[in-house]
């Protein structure tokens, strides 16, 4: 099953000399719904809290907050960084709001890393919230000022759009079946069984998947996530500070992130080169050589069943066309070789843009700790990838944790 | 139990009392909201306020969108080439991207390309079900470098029989219609049948 190593030489700019190790000691999260009663800053406030139980911690210690949240069309607030401050624990402190589309979940934690590497703080709480449920009657409203208003708006696109394009291509070029996709769905769905904040938990067969009403095709219902509300939460600190407060710190080892070009239409859509780009970072600085042997765990990003097995390609972490092999044949289960998505994703738990953080870097985090009860996977653990996708389907980003010391 | 819109709500759970060692073998130890069902809003079972901006914006095109838009009310479909990469391009632009440098030329494209991929879209932007599906296709122009396409739509055609590598030719509105917009193109059809 071995898949040949990637090539991580070559990329210029990263004799990355950090100032000190980077650990996360605690994570948070709240329920996921399609709606929640509760306000933005009142879901940070909630994972804030829940983060800083688990590390054992105050606000009064943490230096500085990262806040990670996307479009403000969702909630009709500009400057959401600023709306959501006092939630995030961010008040008379240093905090800065990041934003890359769907991206962020993985970029928020990969800010908080250099926060706490560049030794300008010790203490870094990272904050990622998403109220998609304020506009209507469908996010995907806020969703069309994503697109071009020249040359695409006027076509009254959909976002699923892109998506389903991306897909076709995707099964075109890799001679891939819809049903071989759908097992995705299927996984993650029934993996989210274990996790107490999921909105989409369920068994359900291929078939299912396959009679789902029609979307965008070859997209349908089911092999897409659902809006949802939620946030969630990680407390990163240096070394010093690490062995303090936990026998078990996780250690952010490497972290990347790439942009491929804003002419979509110009890219052959089958690959995600921005993901790979991204990952070749974030190997060159953890030093791996051959990702498929030394990556114990992964959670990718899942918005669509098929962005698993496309994503898992552009990590290196199967050949192209592979994934959806290794998903027939069981590897990326719970108990497989290679365990993806092991929290039940975005497709089970639920898709809070930002805040997917909570199934992403948390949930890596948890795996890495031996903390995510029923949802542990079966083999030892060392080395996880997390990984988000966003902005107009062109940003990767992509973090790894160790529980071995760097 | 809170009280919100006058009805009662359900509020969220107390997190369990448990030790910490306890919980920190299984995260997240609680799951804390308060679940709204979908017509809670509509029927006023909670506190909200409604609002519905109204933002008008006119976009400049800009020096090389505006030339493409141009050519459009013209019945052309103009791209752009750079001597160093030697690629044609559309959209076109005023700088390449990869060399980093202006372009060199303008170049008049065909109207007629290549379907790279596609869709059939049962959605429209509010995701609101169409009446009838919409058949939006990244089309590769004649004349441009291989891979280089643009976002349109097909018509004249059956879902069924579209695929990837399909001919295709642009049907232009009336030209007395153009206005200069990327939907003086009301469409893409097909140039053949597949065997």
Known sequence: ????????????????????????????????????????????????????????????SVEAVVMGSAPDAFDGVHMKGDYLLDGAGGSDRPYIRVFVGGGTGVFAPIA???????????????VCEEKMSSVHPHAQTAFRYIWDPILERPLRPNLTW?????????????????????????????????????????????????????????????????????????VMVAEHLARRLTDEPVWVTGVGWSLDTTWWTNRDLYFPRYVAEAAKMAYKMAHITDPRKQIDVVEPYDPFDYKELHHLEGLGLARKGEAPILTREGVTERDGDLPVCPSGGLLGVGNPIAAAMGVKACEIYWQLAYRAGKRQVKKEVTTGLCQAWGDLMQIGTVMIMSNKRP | MGRAGGEEVMVSPEPRAVKKMEWLRACPPYAQGTPLREGDIREKRVTFVEDHPDIRYSWAAGQAISKFLNGLKEGKIYGVKCNKCERIMVPPRMFCELCYKPIDEWVELKDTGTVLTFSISYVGPDAERLPEPAIPAVIEIDGASPGMGILHVLGEVKPEDVYIGMRVKAVWKDEKEREGAITDIKYWKPLEVRK
């Open chain 1, 112 to 126: 908080g890393y250099w926060h706490v590497a560049s030794g300008l703080f010790d203490v870094v709480l990272v």
């Open chain 1, 1 to 60: 099953m071995g898949c040949e190593a990637m090539e991580v030489e070559g990329i210029s700019g990263l004799e990355f000399q950090k100032k000190q190790n980077v650990a996360i000691v605690g994570a948070g999260m709240t329920l996921w719904r399609r709606r929640l009663l509760e306000t933005g800053r009142e879901l940070s406030y909630l994972a804030v809290k829940q983060a800083l139980e688990e590390a054992g911690l105050t606000l009064d």
């Open chain 1, 162 to 234: 892109i998506f389903a394009m991306e897909m076709r291509r995707y099964m075109e070029v890799n001679k891939v079946k819809h049903e071989d996709i759908a097992l995705v769905a299927v996984k993650n769905k029934r993996n989210a069984l274990d996790h107490p904040c999921a909105q989409l938990a369920e068994r359900i067969t291929v078939e299912d998947v396959l009679n789902s009403e029609p979307i965008a095709l070859p997209v349908r219902r089911l092999d897409i996530s659902p809006p949802s509300d939620g946030a969630a939460a990680l």
